[in-house]
Nanobody, 119 residues
């Protein structure tokens, strides 16, 4: 059974930093693309960042580029999201997800970790 467990969220002032972690089990981690998404109240879930299994390359949403860094540890089966220079508009529930080889979309998902940035 695939399981994703996020952690590291919290309350931080604008300009602060947080590091999110997502521990993944139940699959061959190194074969999967990994992603972070977020959903703010009243808004749809949006893509934040992804890191790919074959190349280790990364992509980011324009809104977080230069501030967020996604990384993976294929020994610990964990994906991270380092967030700096946080803004109030980064406030959301952050989810991690996996995408298997050839899969068209990300899924399954974790339960999310809340990030709240105060102004």
């Amino acid at each position: 059974q695939v399981r994703l467990v996020e952690s590291g969220g919290g309350l931080v002032q604008a300009g602060g930093s947080l590091r999110l972690s997502c521990a993944v089990s139940g699959l061959t981690f190194s074969n999967y693309d990994l992603g972070w998404f977020r959903q703010a109240p009243g808004k749809e879930r949006e893509f934040v960042a992804a890191i790919y299994s074959n190349s280790g390359s990364t992509t980011y949403a324009n809104s977080v580029k230069g501030r967020f860094t996604i990384s993976r540890d294929d020994v610990k089966n964990t994906v991270y999201l380092q967030m700096i220079s946080l803004k109030p508009e980064d406030t959301a529930l952050y989810y991690c997800a996996v995408r298997g080889p050839g899969a068209p979309a990300f899924g399954p998902w974790g339960q999310g970790t809340q990030v709240t940035v105060s102004s």
